[in-house]
């Protein structure tokens, strides 16, 4: 039985994977993650985050009372992110009664429990919401995610889905970085 539930579970892995379409913004099984302007560009590790089901559609806290559904909000208001720069895959085997159905209800109630929340950038943001799905559906044995442990372990395991996305999360920050040194050191030359 143990060996018929891995073989599903690898195989609903494998589908995933190949399913993963940036054109279409499709990440099944994955944690999507797009820059937040001057936020981002001053720490790139911060952004805003959403959780995608079996299928790939995207569900992310996106304001006060609102749980978006498919495009993340931030990619559909602002003209320079087109498209979530970064992604990270998780393994579905690894969420306790693994399966898609498990997955997906999670996902399914924690966006209904962040419908009636009101959004906080500090405290109870999109990050929160990532986290509650996967203490649901206990992903690794665990239900001590948060929003700290996402953002680091995002930045990690993150994969940018092409060059341009590698560039539209560190080029702002590179560039505001050598701006600060060359103003720095120009004023230390004086």
């Given at each position: 039985?143990?060996?018929?539930?891995?073989?599903?579970?690898?195989?609903?892995?494998?589908?995933?994977?190949?399913?993963?379409?940036?054109?279409?913004s499709r990440y099944p099984y994955c944690i999507v993650w797009t820059p937040i302007p001057v936020l981002s560009w001053l720490f790139p590790f911060i952004g805003h985050m959403g959780i995608c089901t079996s299928s790939g559609v995207i569900r992310d806290f996106a304001?006060?009372?609102?749980?978006?559904?498919?495009?993340?909000?931030?990619?559909?208001?602002?003209?320079?992110?087109?498209?979530?720069?970064?992604?990270?895959?998780?393994?579905?085997?690894?969420?306790?009664?693994?399966?898609?159905?498990?997955?997906?209800?999670?996902?399914?109630?924690?966006?209904?429990?962040?419908?009636?929340?009101?959004?906080?950038?500090?405290?109870?943001?999109?990050?929160?919401?990532?986290?509650?799905?996967?203490?649901?559906?206990?992903?690794?044995?665990?239900?001590?995610?948060?929003?700290?442990?996402?953002?680091?372990?995002?930045?990690?395991?993150?994969?940018?889905?092409?060059?341009?996305?590698?560039?539209?999360?560190?080029?702002?920050?590179?560039?505001?970085?050598?701006?600060?040194?060359?103003?720095?050191?120009?004023?230390?030359?004086?």
């Amino acid at each position: 039985m143990a060996d018929a539930v891995e073989i599903e579970t690898m195989k609903n892995y494998n589908i995933a994977f190949e399913r993963i379409d940036p054109s279409i913004s499709r990440y099944p099984y994955c944690i999507v993650w797009t820059p937040i302007p001057v936020l981002s560009w001053l720490f790139p590790f911060i952004g805003h985050m959403g959780i995608c089901t079996s299928s790939g559609v995207i569900r992310d806290f996106a304001g006060p009372y609102f749980v978006s559904f498919s495009l993340t909000a931030y990619v559909l208001a602002a003209v320079l992110i087109c498209f979530i720069p970064r992604y990270w895959m998780l393994d579905v085997s690894k969420v306790y009664a693994s399966g898609s159905n498990t997955w997906d209800t999670a996902v399914h109630n924690a966006s209904e429990e962040y419908k009636q929340r009101m959004h906080n950038l500090c405290c109870d943001n999109c990050h929160s919401h990532v986290a509650m799905a996967l203490n649901l559906m206990r992903y690794d044995n665990s239900t001590s995610w948060n929003m700290v442990k996402l953002c680091l372990l995002s930045l990690i395991h993150g994969k940018h889905v092409s060059c341009v996305g590698f560039l539209k999360t560190w080029l702002p920050f590179c560039i505001l970085t050598s701006v600060i040194l060359a103003v720095t050191l120009s004023l230390n030359l004086r």
